[in-house]
């Protein structure tokens, strides 16, 4: 089974800040990777799939990219809409496995 | 535009059985290579995998809880379903259920999810 090693758990940041959030495969991947962002007392929202293709709707400071079995999401600027939590899931094979969530927090 | 709607009782009692249904309307459950799933979310805690049904039927579950669950799907009511039994206070979470656009040979990702459904296992 693959095991999805997210950090950091929580980051503080201020708005215009970049924010740069990691996820590392326990195995390959390819680009079989999705980020999730979930707001207080909603359901997650795809940001991105593929590792780096961007959903329709979500603004451009959000960015993926992969480096071997490391994968990161960046956002560029950050926003306060953009204060939530954050998860990578892997979506190579079955099972499906989530990593622990990153919240990011008003500095 | 597809959407997803979890239904079931709030409250189940210990070593009871839960059962949820997700509905699925503004789209097919049949069409494209679709699994529909369900993910779970203790309070305060992370996302957890609970399984994921095709439209023919075929499953795939977490191992932290095969012995104990079973997802099925109803394509006249573009319905699926979970069943979890033996419950235990560890089961209280949010239930979500979700489109997973997967391919051949990969699982793939959740989209959309329905809003969630609080479901609290206590006597």
């Known amino acids: 089974d693959i095991q999805m090693a997210q950090s950091p758990s929580s980051v503080s940041a201020s708005v215009g800040d970049r924010v740069t959030i990691t996820c590392r495969a326990s195995?390959?991947?390819?680009?079989?990777l999705a980020w999730y962002q979930q707001k207080p007392g909603k359901a997650p929202n795809l940001l991105i799939s593929d590792a780096s293709s961007l959903q329709s709707g979500v603004p451009p400071r959000f960015s993926g990219s992969r480096s071997g079995t490391e994968f990161t999401l960046t956002i560029s600027s950050l926003q306060p809409e953009d204060f939530a939590t954050y998860y990578c899931?892997?979506?190579?094979?079955?099972?499906?496995?989530f990593g622990g969530g990153t919240r990011v927090e008003i500095k | 535009q597809l959407q997803l709607q979890e239904s079931g009782p709030g409250l189940v009692k210990p070593s009871e059985t839960l059962s949820l249904t997700c509905t699925v309307s503004g789209g097919s459950i049949t069409g494209g290579f679709y699994y529909w799933g369900w993910i779970r979310q203790p309070p305060g805690k992370g996302l957890e995998w609970i399984g994921s049904?095709?439209?023919?039927?075929?499953?795939y579950y977490n191992p932290s809880l095969d012995s104990r669950v079973t997802i099925s799907v109803d394509t006249s009511n573009h319905q699926f379903s979970l069943r979890l039994n033996s419950v235990t206070a560890a089961d209280t979470a949010v239930y979500y259920c979700?489109?997973?656009?997967?391919?051949?040979?990969?699982?793939?990702?959740?989209?959309?999810w329905g809003q969630g459904t609080l479901v609290t296992v206590s006597s």
């Open positions: 899931q892997q979506a190579n094979n079955f099972p499906v496995s």
């Open positions: 049904v095709f439209y023919s039927g075929s499953t």
């Open positions: 195995q390959g991947l390819g680009s079989w």
């Open positions: 979700a489109r997973q656009k997967a391919a051949p040979g990969f699982s793939g990702w959740f989209d959309p």
